[in-house]
């Protein structure tokens, strides 16, 4: 694997601790700005919408841009982000710091998938993907201890100083290692992509709207059950709450071992390694549910919810961009899919607590959602198979 590929791993490291961080510095922030636990929430949800927005508008903006120079300014933006929330002297420049960090987080997914396509062979290219994405998935098992343990010791800013740090390593390195003309497997990590006309008319295809349907759906179903999985541990598995924080870790594992997996096998048959994925998912939910009272099955659920869970993202992504002919428009909609598809899952399995039905409930909710991402799935793969 090319070097350029670790400058772009440690650059979704640094973006995936940003966002996860902080779940462990909220009441540390809370105090030191002054502001009340649900004003000190919104550092979180004004992160994830900002995400979803970014994903479109920096896309659609940088479209005629070389790809190298819109990466080295979208961890340019980052770097700004986390500098104003680690110097923030009051809560409104802590949030502007928070909204400008997760402006870069869409777009340097999907501008980065795409780079990092180019900068493997054509073969290789979900593997590539897969490793690019291993910065964020190391950044899921590593940030909220991270921030807890960093927060204790050297309170909450000297937590944004690291994340700036880390940001300024990935800037130095994308800028030195992600190569500026075509590669040898005939790509161009660093060409402009189409004018936003063109960009628009990859939307026309189905397949493009099949596979973002599928990737949203797919991550609602696990961030359905994930929203609520703490409540899930404690008041059915009969863990403590200081558990949660290892369980937790658990998952993160599986999502590092499921992209590591998913990327190879998508590179030898995406579809149904897409389709075994998310069916492996809907399994392991309706599962989870059944067996959410035994402790041991627990941790071993939770192991395979986060490996069945990232095991279709690197697949998802590279086949979003083949059916879009490469279009960084649709790479960056896939990222805003996927929080679309947290926001769906988050919000239904509440739905279904709120409605007495125990919680449990948001693992067979998710089930039923990534049942439904299997069904669009197959169908997509046969649409494909016939063309």
């Known amino acids: 694997m090319p070097s350029g590929l670790i400058a772009?791993?440690?650059?979704?490291?640094?973006?995936?601790?940003?966002?996860?961080?902080?779940?462990?510095?909220?009441?540390?922030?809370?105090?030191?700005?002054?502001?009340?636990?649900?004003?000190?929430?919104?550092?979180?949800?004004?992160?994830?919408?900002?995400?979803a927005i970014g994903a479109i508008a920096l896309t659609a903006a940088t479209t005629r841009l070389p790809r190298k120079q819109v990466l080295v300014g979208l961890v340019a933006l980052f770097v700004i982000g986390n500098l104003l929330s680690a110097l923030a002297p009051n809560y409104q420049v802590m949030l502007l710091g928070r909204v400008v960090a997760a402006m870069c987080h869409g777009s340097f997914f999907g501008i980065g998938s795409l780079v990092a396509c180019a900068l493997a062979a054509p073969e290789r290219k979900s593997r590539a993907v897969a490793v690019m994405f291993a910065g964020l998935t190391l950044a899921n098992v590593l940030g909220v201890p991270f921030g807890a343990l960093v927060?204790?010791?050297?309170?909450?800013?000297?937590?944004?100083?690291?994340?700036?740090?880390?940001?300024?390593?990935?800037?130095?390195?994308?800028?030195?290692?992600?190569?500026?003309?075509?590669?040898?497997?005939?790509?161009?990590?660093?060409?402009?992509?189409?004018?936003?006309?063109?960009?628009?008319?990859?939307?026309?295809s189905w397949q493009v709207w099949l596979t973002l349907t599928a990737t949203g759906l797919g991550y609602g179903g696990m961030f359905g059950a994930l929203s609520y999985i703490a409540y899930t541990f404690t008041e059915v598995g009969g863990f403590s709450s200081a558990d949660v924080a290892w369980l937790l870790m658990v998952y993160g594992v599986g999502l590092v071992a499921g992209n590591l997996i998913g990327g190879r096998a998508a590179d030898q048959d995406r579809d149904r390694a897409l389709v075994l994925a998310l069916l492996g998912l809907t399994v392991t939910l309706a599962v989870f549910g059944l067996l959410a009272a035994d402790p041991t099955a627990s941790v071993v659920l939770v192991f395979l919810m986060g490996l069945f869970g990232f095991a279709a993202v690197p697949g998802m992504i590279t086949r979003v961009t083949d059916v879009a002919h490469g279009a960084a428009l649709a790479a960056g909609a896939n990222v805003s899919a996927s929080n679309v598809g947290n926001a769906l899952g988050a919000w239904l399995g509440g739905l279904a607590i709120s409605v007495g039905l125990g919680y449990t409930a948001p693992l067979y909710v998710g089930a039923g959602i990534t049942l439904i991402a299997v069904l669009v799935m197959a169908v997509a793969a046969h649409q494909a198979r016939r063309h």
């Open 8 to 51: 772009l791993a440690l650059g979704g490291f640094g973006i995936g601790l940003t966002e996860f961080l902080i779940a462990g510095l909220l009441p540390q922030i809370a105090s030191g700005l002054a502001v009340s636990a649900a004003a000190a929430g919104w550092l979180i949800s004004g992160y994830a919408l900002s995400v």
């Open 151 to 204: 927060g204790e010791r050297w309170g909450w800013r000297a937590a944004f100083w690291a994340v700036t740090a880390i940001g300024v390593l990935a800037l130095t390195g994308i800028a030195a290692l992600v190569p500026a003309r075509p590669t040898e497997a005939g790509h161009s990590a660093a060409t402009p992509a189409a004018g936003l006309r063109a960009q628009f008319r990859a939307f026309r």
